[in-house]
């Protein structure tokens, strides 16, 4: 599986849980730590949950391993390490603190109007 079959996998599944403002950034040739970056949200504590329970299983169930797995209790920032993609589920109060996509504004942000609109 190639990193845009396993971006294409986390963005359904976070759309699957209703997700908000979905966006990956494409980090080839900026970081090393992943291909891509996807940054969404939640509205609650246990929607940011499901979101990131959602793309775990979704990941297992293609057999690809999940490298890492932090803040799920607190459910403010779940970070989800799948090694070409990492995924970044904030809580909605969260997510304008950090603005991820100002921190990496040089990378530029995948369409995925394409790969929400299909199913999974």
């Not at 970070?79 to 809580?91: K, P, S, T």
Request: hydrophobic residues 40%.
């Amino acid at each position: 599986m190639n990193e845009k079959d396993l971006l294409t996998i986390v963005a359904k599944s976070a759309d699957s849980k209703r997700a908000e403002d979905i966006i990956a950034l494409n980090m080839k040739g900026i970081s090393l730590i992943a291909d891509y970056f996807l940054i969404c949200h939640g509205n609650s504590d246990r929607q940011v949950q499901a979101i990131a329970r959602e793309i775990k299983d979704k990941a297992q169930e293609h057999e690809i391993e999940v490298k890492r797995l932090e803040g799920f209790d607190e459910a403010r920032w779940i970070l989800i390490d799948l090694g070409d993609v990492v995924a970044h589920v904030f809580h909605y109060e969260e997510r304008g603190y950090y603005n991820l996509e100002r921190l990496w504004g040089d990378a530029p942000i995948e369409d995925l109007t394409s790969v929400l609109t299909n199913d999974l």
